[in-house]
């Protein structure tokens, strides 16, 4: 199979200006593990995300490699989900291939491709397509496992299920059901388990003991808190008046008709005696259902690990009534591919929504003055606001984002220096700003972007318009 169409549908969606909310908090915290060289202190600005302890760093430090290799940029920042994405789907083919046959791996590859949701993670900074990819890799070796086989398979397993682990930690759940079909496999042989075994605490071992070395037990003891207590508090939980449906709706809002046949084909499957797969694909769809699906958080990246088990169950339902031509596809595919690219890459098409187009638009007049700090309205009751907007200060504009309250505005403004910027939210209070002229140094819709009357004299004061065609609704929540 001709993979080289799959790279253009990836790299295509890359080729777009800005980012999305976490890709920016992400970028601007792999870009801060480069300025600072100290890997194992990850931060956003000082008292936002400091220290960052939502998550293992090994997503941060890809990122951060491939910044260093393409620049801070959309192309930078997207760089390592798309490879690893790509190199995650090729994993997962293969080990289709290998377990029913190239028919059904080809179609269930199609089926991935029409989700929409799952190839745009390929090109953002998130951290969910590594995490998926380094189990699809996983899942791979696994289905290379046979009783007293390959050493290197039970070795690879192990480790790729904890590299998954080390980019998003106890959101990796999918690492369970590719384990027990592992084990399956094995025959639970000592010799293969140990292996694999040890190729997961290896990794898991060795970052623990670099964190303790740089900061003590500061990340595991954080982290623990953050996921069990703090992101689970039960009375935001019984003000979602969707519940569990909510899960199941975005998976047929997103997948379509790929899940609706989802189950028939896991049900062929198993009639079909590929019972330890239909079993392995079951499990995926049931543990993330458990966990996401009581969130009261109803995010799209918890579908993400989904897709490819769904989009399996469906294929192998098709494939058993469609066969496909392998030359062929791969042939019209590549076509088909090259034009996306150079439509996307050349024209003014938008692919997936970028957010705070407003924030990129101001980027050249804060580059253009000596301002190292933005200050922005921030109160504890709507802090998560806060850390997106630090989110988009720090990637957009390489500045140090401060957060401070609505009422110590007189405050801020009184004491700004050459190396202040204050970024106001257009609203009916803010609007007054427009009253004192000389701190405004340039405002769209959105924002409004004031300094000392020094620094705006050095800009063509006027309006900035956002650079990018559409906005997504501000979120309601954020999480990581």
Known sequence: MDWTFFCFFVFANSWEPGVGLDTATYGAIARGLLESGDWFRPKLAPGIFDPFVEHPYLGLWLNAISIKLLGATAQGIHFSASILGIVGVLAFFSAIRRLVDENTALV??????SINVYMNFMSSGWLDMPMVSFMLVAFYFSSRVVPDGSALDSLATGFFLSLAVLVKGAAAVGIFPVAIFFLMRSGWKLRAVSLALIGFLAPLGLFTWGHYSSQGFLFWKSYWYRQFVVHNDIQEAATDPVGAIWYIRDALTHAHLVALLFIP???L????????LACAVAL???IHFAVYGFSHRHNRQYLVPIFPWIALGAAFLISQRVKVNTLNWSRGLFY???AYFFLVSFLPITVHNVGSAGIFALANDVKRTPIKNIYFEATEEDRVRGEMTSSYVA??????PVMFDSEDMTKVLSNLTNDDGILLSRNLKNDSVFQISEHICAWNDLWILLSTAENCSTLERKRRDPMIKRVPKPLASRTL
């Open 284 to 286: 995926e769809f049931i």
């Open 269 to 276: 499957m198993w009639k079909r005696n590929h019972r330890l």
């Open 336 to 338: 088909v591919g090259v």
């Open 108 to 113: 269930a590859t199609l089926c991935l491709l």
């Open 395 to 400: 990637w957009y504009w390489d500045r140090v």
């Open 265 to 267: 084909g896991l049900v």
